[in-house]
């Protein structure tokens, strides 16, 4: 999830000033978490605790009102309902990583994928762009391939994972649905050299870039096992108390503590 994170707060500024360069700044003054940090760390949250995701990711959406959420969800965070609202944008992708690392099998991940997901992105494709994320992430952190990985996700989901980020690049546009933005996040990570090369590759396609970055830092975090110690404590500085004790608690529930324990987390 430190993964996911990280991209969203490098991705954060490039949102609405996209480019197609990678030589950006990582970190800059306006730099900020947006909803892609706020419903990630609330899924771990429920993971935690053993709260079901849909009250867990409303309660946190209400204390953090102001964060880039879309129209259909703040809709739905503002509802007195708990009702999904038949959605594929790629919401349902930014915020699973907790789940790929919270659980021991596949069946297991691709389950709890599907109900991270369904309590507001219960169109088959949000549910389809969660899943595939998430088992990009177990699959990577239990040691496959890149060359797997690509194999599984487009044989099991359907995506095309055979163009490279470089043929993407030029024509891309910016999608908020999950066939149209997962893919391609996906394929950052795949032709990617390292962690910091993965957000870069997923920002520099000028589309969704935190919520892409999200995806793509998330995977490559599980495949690499390492976060550069300056990404960490750019995020660290940018975040809440609240937050940060629900991700330091989880990444020391299930396995990626050391990171935290070499970062500004714990300053």
């Known amino acids: 999830m430190l993964g ?4 969203d707060i490098i991705g954060s500024l490039y949102e609405n000033l996209r480019t197609k360069r990678k030589d950006f ?11 892609d940090t706020v419903l990630t760390v609330a ?5 935690l605790t053993g709260k079901d995701y849909g009250s867990t990711i409303k309660a946190y959406a209400r204390r953090h009102p102001l964060r880039g959420y879309g129209p259909k969800f703040l809709l739905w965070m503002l509802s007195p309902s708990s009702r999904p609202y038949n959605s594929l944008g790629n919401g349902s992708a930014m915020r699973v990583s907790p789940v ?8 297991d991940v691709l389950e709890q994928a599907k109900r991270s997901a369904e309590c507001t992105h219960n169109h088959p494709e949000g549910i389809k762009g969660a899943r595939a994320t998430a088992l990009a992430i177990f699959m990577a952190r239990n040691g496959a391939s890149k060359a797997d990985i690509r194999t599984a996700i487009s044989s099991r989901f359907g ?3 055979s163009r490279s980020i470089n043929d993407i690049r030029p024509a891309y546009r910016i999608s908020l649905t999950c066939p149209g933005s997962v893919p391609e996040a996906i394929i950052a990570f795949l032709d990617s050299e390292n962690f910091e090369d993965a957000i870069r590759n997923a920002v520099s396609l000028g589309g969704d870039a935190d919520t892409q970055a999200s995806i793509a830092g998330a995977i490559a975090e599980a495949f690499y096992g390492e976060i550069p110690a ?15 004790q629900t991700i330091i608690e989880f990444c ?11 970062s500004a987390f714990l300053v």
């Open 43 to 47: 899924v771990a949250d429920a993971l």
């Open 25 to 35: 700044r990582l970190f800059t003054p306006l730099s900020i978490y947006t909803d």
């Open 4 to 7: 996911a994170i990280a991209g």
């Open 230 to 244: 300056e990404i960490l404590n750019g995020i660290a500085k940018r975040l809440n108390r609240g937050f940060k």
């Open 252 to 262: 020391r529930r299930f396995g990626t503590q050391p990171m935290i324990e070499q």
């Open 159 to 161: 995506y095309d994972l």
């Open 100 to 107: 790929a690392h919270a659980f021991k099998t596949e069946g």
